[in-house]
């Protein structure tokens, strides 16, 4: 019978270990993972759970008993340190060696470091696990100021459920707006302004050269003062499994429309992966996001149960700060121009981006009729009017029906 072995017990390792049952494996499963938490969600660590409105049992993807009930064998603390893909087998750090008949590499990303003076005090925090987030959550007590680096989503998150617990906060950005890699102008200077409607100071074209036992040491000289201080900036992949692996890898593991890598035997999922986005014309990404987790983790399930691959997928993702809900679908890879519908100010609106009159991305602000009809105006590419879209006096309904 086959056995596979699945390393990496996150969200899409978690959940092809549950998929593979659910579509019928019969043979062994092991799920190896080197947190000693059973997989767990991430994104409330820097939300719901921060500001103490989850418990530990609300993040598990499923019951800790789960996976003995469906035979799926958890080992937790288990780091796998080679993977030698002639013998199928993956040592792990204590000495033992697992072998497999299909592998799932499902090892995440990591946290960003800064190549700065500094960055090695032991005091300085980040955000991917549990028990970064318990570090984090230790020091927001009300009135204590943290400094956060970096103004991606984890950062500003992070900011909004500190002020939610009455303590200060600093966003700290090199570029010259926050989230400027990853959304467009208007939802920059949108969240800008909330955060600083919230009271978090934010800068922007601000450089960190130090870190320093009071704070953090920025290009102009400046010391921003801080209790604690956030490096939010950015995750890498966590692909040196696959390369000991001898896998092709760029920017992350690379895998096809079925998430299987360069070895037939062998698939990875999830964050780790650089992996072709059908809906932009198969162009390769890094989406570090949990619907891109789940749908791997079904692409590779099928593939091994001998399914036929899942439909392909709108990419999606979510962020919660304060009381807005963001959601965007799609990837404005090759947009030309963008449309607003909707008004910022009002903290409801939406900005799609355009090629051609194919819609690419939505960005939805509080906005949920905006993201469902975009996204699926983006799956089924149905062209659209840009005046129609622009005016809210139109329903998207009636935008979706051209
Ligand atoms: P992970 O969940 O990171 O799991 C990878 C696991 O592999 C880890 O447990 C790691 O310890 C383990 N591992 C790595 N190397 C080894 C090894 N050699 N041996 C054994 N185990 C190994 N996404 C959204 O869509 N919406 C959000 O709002 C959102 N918010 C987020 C907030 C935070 C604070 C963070 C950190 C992430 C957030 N994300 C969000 C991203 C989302 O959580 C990730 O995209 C998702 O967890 C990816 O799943 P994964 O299984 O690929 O990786």
Redesign the pocket.
């Known amino acids: 019978m086959t056995k596979v072995l699945i390393?990496?017990?996150?969200?899409?390792?978690g959940t092809a270990a549950a998929l593979l049952r659910q579509y019928g494996h019969e043979g062994p499963i092991v799920l190896?993972?080197?947190?000693p938490a059973p997989p767990y969600?991430?994104?409330p660590?820097?939300?719901a759970w921060l500001k103490g409105e989850a418990d530990l049992e609300a993040l598990l993807l499923r019951p800790e008993n789960f996976y003995a009930e469906h035979g799926i064998e958890l080992r937790l603390g288990?780091?796998?340190?080679a993977v030698d893909a002639a013998a199928k087998a993956v040592t792990f750090a204590d000495g033992t060696v697992e072998t497999y008949d299909a592998l799932i590499l499902?090892?995440?990303?990591a946290a960003r470091k800064l190549n700065l003076p500094g960055a090695d005090r032991p005091d300085l925090l980040e955000?991917?696990?549990l028990a970064d987030a318990e570090k984090l959550k230790a020091a927001l007590e009300p009135g204590r100021r943290l400094a956060v680096v970096g103004g991606g989503?984890?950062g500003l998150?992070a900011a909004a459920s500190a002020r939610a617990l009455g303590a200060e906060a600093v966003v700290i950005e090199r570029m010259d707006r926050v989230l400027a890699r990853v959304a467009s102008e208007t939802l920059s200077d949108f969240f800008t302004r909330y955060h600083r409607d919230h009271g978090v100071e934010v800068l922007t074209s601000a450089e960190v050269t130090e870190f320093e036992a009071s704070g953090v040491r920025l290009a102009d000289g400046r010391l921003i003062e801080a209790d604690a201080v956030l490096v939010g900036v950015g995750a890498a992949a966590?692909e040196q499994?696959a390369a000991s692996a001898g896998l092709t890898c760029e920017n992350g593991v690379v895998v096809d429309e079925t998430a299987r890598t360069s070895d037939t035997a062998i698939w990875a999922?999830?964050?780790?992966t650089w992996r072709p986005i059908p809906m932009h014309g198969g162009l390769r990404h890094r989406l570090?996001?949990?619907?891109?987790?789940l749908e791997q983790a079904k692409q590779a399930a099928a593939a091994i149960t001998g399914r036929p691959a899942p439909a392909p997928e709108v990419p999606w993702?979510?962020?919660?700060q304060y009381d807005v809900k963001l959601q965007i679908a799609g990837l404005p890879l090759q947009a030309e121009r963008q449309v607003l519908r909707g008004d910022p100010a009002a903290a409801a609106f939406a900005v799609f981006h355009l090629a051609g009159d194919l819609i690419v991305c939505v960005e939805a602000v509080n906005a949920p009729a905006e993201f469902m009809a975009g996204r699926q105006m983006i799956g089924r590419g149905t062209p659209v009017d840009a005046e129609r879209l622009a005016n809210p006096a139109v329903t998207m309904k009636a935008v979706a029906a051209g």
């Not at 993702?317 to 919660?320: A, E």
């Open positions: 390393i990496g017990a996150g969200h899409a390792g190896a993972g080197e947190e969600q991430r994104p660590l820097s939300k288990a780091t796998a340190t499902a090892t995440g990303s955000l991917r696990t989503y984890v998150e966590c499994l999922i999830g964050d780790v570090e996001s949990v619907p891109n987790a993702f979510w962020s919660d």
